[in-house]
Every structure is written in C-alpha cells, then in structure tokens.
C-alpha cells in the first residue's frame, strides 16, 4: 500500500528506535529529563528563540500558545482555513474563553490590508483583539510557503500595535528547505512558534513550542493542566532530536515527490489542481464528476493499493513522506491517471460545475 494520506504516518527506521531505545531519561514533570532537555534547546536555538518546550501534539503546542498570549474575553485574528480554527475543536474557546476572528485569504495567504482595521477598540462592548496567529506552511493550502513579505509586514504591524504573534509552524522546515530563508529567519516575527516533530521530520510523537525564557513558567503551568506534563518523555524526545539531525534536508525528497503526483493530476482532464502551486509535500486535487465523490475516488485508489485522504465532498489530498519513494509516487500517478480516465468514460465532464 502507498499510504498518501498523511505525512503523520511515518514510522521511525531503524536508527530512530535505536537513539531512543538507549536515550538518558528522567522525570521531567518533578525534574529534567536530559534528552527532553537537550531537543528544546536544540530547536530553541534553530529558530533562534531563547526557549522551547516539548509537548504530546501540535494541538497542543498552538493551544498552549493561544492561552499564554491571551486571557478570558480576548480574540484572536487567523486565515480561515488554518488548523487552530478548523480541527482543534475551537480549543481556544472550549479551554481558554478565547474568541476567533477567521479573514479568509487569498490562496490561504493573508496580505496586512485585510487585517489593518480589524483591532477593535478599547471599549466596554468589545473583546480585546490581541493575538495573531499565521501557519507556514499552509496545511488547506496544499502545503503552500507563505510569502516572506506578508509576514514581515503582518507581524511589525502586529507589534506596532500590541498584539502579539504566534506561528503554527507544524511544517515549518518544508518552508525551509523550499526557500532561500532560515528557519530562524522565518521565525523572527513571533513571539511562539509551535514545531511538529511528527510530520515530514518522521518522529513518531510531539512538538515544542518555541518563544523566550520569560514564557517558561507560564508554559509549564498551561501544558500541565492540559495534561501534557509528561515524565521520562525523553524516550519520545530522542524520536524528535535525531529528526532534527537526519530528517530535514531530506524533504526536498518528498517535495520533488510531490510534483510528480501534481504533474499526473494536471494531465488529467476531469482533475484540476487546487491550489494550482504545488509548493512543499502536499497535493489538493477537484475531482469534476456528477457520479464520482473525493471518498468514492479515494476508495478506487485504495483497491488499487494507493491510499489518499478525501478532503471534502470534491478534494482529495495526497501527501508525501520518507516512506514513500519516488518510484511509488510516480506509480501512484499512473493509477490516478487510470482512475481518472475511468470515471470520464464512465460519465460526462462537469468541468466548472
Ligand atoms: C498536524 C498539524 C498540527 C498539529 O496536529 P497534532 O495532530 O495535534 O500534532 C497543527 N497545525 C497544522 C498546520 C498541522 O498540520
């Protein structure tokens, strides 16, 4: 099976389970644990932040943030497909009394015009605006980068005023590796920048949120009422600290992966890319078809032994990871195409409908 579905899917090789069989470990709820400790300062000191912290997910690195940033009654501004506001549950509002302001952008990305203007004021009848959180790269983007200069101007504006940044940054190393900018270039704008370890880095489990020394305490506070204190996590750490060593260039692999699929997709003529711009590891396809739902497709490709994730009643995504090559990325492109040409035959073309 070609599982596309996800780049959580990665299972740790060898040499992983071998660093984290033999990593020195400690309770790090009433202590420190030594690897735990040494992962965060190492992503600490990538993203060129003074601290960071490690924790189970990266819903909880962003709902950490999200507390640490804000109080009861505040709100927050976000692009309206990102993660924070579409699958964490509103945690921000089940956790923290915290509201959100989605502005949808433009192939996910937000330019500062759409949100100068949006800071409420300071009166008794409104939440205080104080919060902005971005996500590079963009996930319901189809893996896009955002551009370097709207988050520059986002985030000095953001200052300007008050408010604060956070970055969901779960593949923010895609982003890396397909530019020209630093990790911790990309970072320097915010205040926290929340890592997962999990995804294209290929560590079974965790995140860290990154920001200064000054948040620690609070940090820890929130994390261990969310029930993410953790004890002899170094195990887990050691997973995250040897993707941090091995992992990263490699995902220009799984990028150069990704046109591949892209490049079957586009000579399909009832499949369109959406976005057209394939940026990192992710592929967001529309399935233009009357009968033929994304889940009904995805299922064709299943019984063919390729695995991809509906996306809405449409989309289908596919996403690519260590454990795919390229040979079974160029394989599963061959039976999208044979897909593709099937339910055509099958039915009409409801292309633009
Ligand atoms: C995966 C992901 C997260 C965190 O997900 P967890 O499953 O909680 O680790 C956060 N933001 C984005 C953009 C993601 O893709």
């Known amino acids: 099976m070609i599982d596309l579905r996800s780049d959580t899917v990665t299972r740790p090789c060898e040499a992983m389970r071998a660093a984290m069989a033999t990593a020195p470990v400690n309770d790090d709820v009433i202590d420190v644990d030594p690897t735990v400790d040494r992962l965060q300062r190492m992503i600490a000191e990538r993203l060129g932040k003074e601290a960071a912290m490690f924790m189970p997910s990266g ?4 709902q950490v943030a999200v507390r640490l940033h804000c109080r009861p009654g505040d709100e927050l501004l976000c692009e309206a497909g990102c993660h924070i506001y579409n699958y964490e549950q509103g945690g921000f509002a089940q956790l923290s009394g915290i509201v959100a302001q989605p502005v949808p952008g433009q192939n996910s990305v937000l330019k500062l015009g759409q949100l100068e203007g949006l800071i409420k004021p300071d009166n008794e009848h409104a939440v205080r605006t104080r919060l902005v959180c971005l996500e590079n790269t963009h996930n319901r983007g189809g893996g896009r980068i955002l551009p370097y200069e709207h988050v520059e101007s986002i985030c000095n504006w953001a200052h300007e005023h008050d408010l604060v940044t ?3 940054g779960a593949r923010l190393f895609n982003s890396v590796v397909a530019s020209v900018i630093s ?19 290929g560590a079974p489990v965790g995140s860290a ?14 994390r261990k009422l969310f029930g993410g204190g953790m004890r002899q996590s170094g195990i887990i750490a050691a997973g995250a600290v040897y993707a941090l060593e091995n992992n990263i260039d490699r995902l220009e692999l799984d990028h150069h992966a990704a046109q591949t699929i892209a490049h079957a997709v586009s000579q399909c003529d009832n499949l369109s890319l959406e976005p057209e711009q ?16 994304a889940s009904d497709f995805c299922e064709r490709l299943y019984e063919q032994g390729v695995w991809m994730l509906p996306f809405s009643n449409v989309h289908v995504r596919a996403c690519t990871h260590l454990n795919v090559s390229m040979d079974d990325c160029l394989h599963a492109g061959q039976i999208l195409q044979q897909t593709a040409e099937q339910i055509r035959t099958e039915s009409p073309i409801t292309r633009g409908s």
């Open 183 to 201: 990790a911790d270039e990309w970072a320097s704008g915010f205040d926290t920048i929340s890592i997962c370890f999990s995804k294209g880095l």
């Open 166 to 168: 956070h970055l969901d």
């Open 209 to 222: 949120l990154v920001g200064s020394k000054d948040m620690i305490h609070d940090m820890r506070r929130h």
């Open 278 to 293: 394939v940026d990192t590891n992710i592929v967001i396809f529309r399935i233009h078809s009357d009968q033929v739902s």
């Open 59 to 62: 819903t909880m690195t962003n």
